[in-house]
């Protein structure tokens, strides 16, 4: 009688394998990953959400979401010379430092597996950022979202110019950043969406144009020739869709808004200040470039000529032509 055939993992599909791995949280399949080259090849579930923040000195804590399983916080927290590891009810101590062990763990990461990517920075700490520049600039991160909390220039650029984000989200505490050296980035450029909120921004509007949705808190300045310059982009390009432009101080020499773009609708809001809005028509379409001027930002966006209230005046520009419309009641 012949002795029936050994199987190990090793000769199972990889389809079989990695729909095991699906059901496995995120310590597991790490500590499996490590033990060999063939389980290090195998493609994890992917990782719908992957966020770090690090709130002390002495503790990063990473929030992981993987495809079909509930989002899982593992903390790596300084226990004297050693790090111990918690997540759920679980402990682990390992004997090497905190940093040196979730960077440990964050190179064995699967880069090409994540979706969402995000950081919340330390306002102090310098070893972090390093450490995650020197891996990214050998590992690129090319993903759909990018969030990062930080205090300045240089902690975007220890993550910016090594990923490939669709959109681009970055918040910090009331910190103004230049954004100089940012926005030379191909990173930036290649973006398509951006969000800045609570930092108030030093670079003028011109650097946003290529963007189809922006969403600026605070510019620190913003000028009524950058709101034409924004206006027109969006009269000759299809690229721009939803701009909400926020300001701490706004110019406006010689009333050049109502001089350009010709008399308003205005509304007083609660403050006491007079809101305006103009409606223009965008060549070859059909929808209409809506124009809001408010207390603190200033909102372009495409619109469907129906939304566009009963008599308001509608601005048509044709080259060697200037005329109006009423829209009918």
């Known amino acids: 009688m012949s002795t029936p055939a050994k199987y190990g993992l090793e000769q199972m599909p990889d389809t079989v394998l990695e729909k095991i791995l699906g059901y496995s949280d995120w310590p597991a399949i790490q500590s499996l990953r490590k033990t060999c080259h063939f389980f290090y ?13 690090m709130p002390t000195f002495e503790s990063i804590q990473i929030t992981i979401g993987l495809e079909g399983h509930p989002p899982r916080v593992i903390h790596y927290n300084k226990n004297g010379n050693n790090c111990e590891i918690v997540w759920n009810s679980r402990r682990r ?20 597996m994540i979706k969402n990517f995000g950081v919340w920075f330390h306002p102090e700490d310098v070893r972090f950022p390093e450490s995650m520049e020197k891996i990214l600039k050998l590992r690129p991160l090319k993903i759909e979202n990018l969030t990062l ?6 902690q975007i650029l ?12 970055i918040s910090g505490q009331e910190t103004y950043i230049n954004l100089d050296t940012v926005v030379n980035l191909n990173s930036w450029k290649n973006a398509k969406e951006i969000e800045i909120l609570w930092v108030t921004v030093g670079v003028p509007v011109e650097e946003f144009l290529h963007f189809s949705i922006v969403n600026v808190q605070k510019f620190g300045r913003l000028d009524a020739k950058e709101v034409v310059l924004v206006k027109e982009k969006f009269l000759t390009s299809p690229t721009p869709i939803h701009y909400n432009l926020g300001y701490n101080h706004f110019t406006d020499d010689n009333n050049l808004l109502d001089t350009v773009f ?22 070859n379409e059909e929808k209409v470039l809506e124009i809001e001027f408010c207390n603190e930002f200033v909102l ?9 209230p009963e008599k308001r005046i509608l601005f048509h520009e044709i080259p060697g032509f200037f005329n109006i419309l009423i829209t009918s009641s």
Request: net charge negative; proline share 7%.
């Open 41 to 53: 090849s195998l493609n994890p579930p992917k990782i719908r959400d992957f966020r770090i923040q």
């Open 158 to 169: 220890s993550i910016l110019p090594y990923t490939s984000p669709t959109a681009i989200s």
């Open 300 to 308: 372009f966006r495409r619109i469907e000529i129906e939304e566009v």
């Open 93 to 112: 101590r390992v004997s090497e430092g905190f940093l040196e062990v979730f960077f440990m763990d964050f190179e064995g990461v699967r880069f090409s």
């Open 262 to 283: 010709g008399d308003p609708d205005t509304c007083e809001d609660d403050t006491g200040f007079m809101e305006k809005r103009w409606y223009f028509s965008i060549p």
């Open 149 to 154: 909390e930080v205090h300045d220039n240089l």
